[in-house]
């Protein structure tokens, strides 16, 4: 599987943006989709999942803020993230597992938050 993420930039304390991720190749739409970020000095830690029924699970960091969707059709999942902090500033990575269950991460996109 192949993951190409968009939709990062720099926005202002406060601001929203949404994150896309593409997904192509050996795709299994059964397994959950998920969003990961990682910053500075920091690990890498999990964000939000979507799983095959539609149903979402939150990091508690984000929950409230951040909204997981997914379009099957298109094999694509959406992070809308609203009402953003300095402290999300963060490379921000999809993930799935594909047929074979073999790890996929995307090649991460920036997201700073900053006035």
């Known amino acids: 599987v192949q993951l190409v993420e968009s939709g990062g930039g720099l926005v202002q304390p406060g601001g929203s943006l949404r994150l896309s991720c593409e997904a192509s190749?050996?795709?299994?739409?059964?397994?959950?989709m998920d969003w990961y970020r990682q910053a500075p000095g920091k690990q890498r830690e999990w964000v939000a999942s979507?799983?095959?029924?539609?149903?979402?699970a939150y990091a508690v960091s984000v929950r409230g803020r951040f909204t997981i969707s997914r379009d099957n059709a298109k094999n694509r999942v959406f992070l809308q993230m609203t009402s953003l902090k300095p402290e999300d500033t963060a490379i921000y990575y999809c993930?799935?597992?594909?047929?074979?269950?073999?790890?996929?991460w995307g090649q991460g996109i920036q997201v700073t938050v900053s006035s």
């Open positions: 993930h799935t597992l594909d047929r074979d269950n073999v790890v996929a």
């Open positions: 190749g050996n795709i299994f739409s059964g397994n959950s």
């Open positions: 979507i799983f095959i029924g539609g149903n979402a």
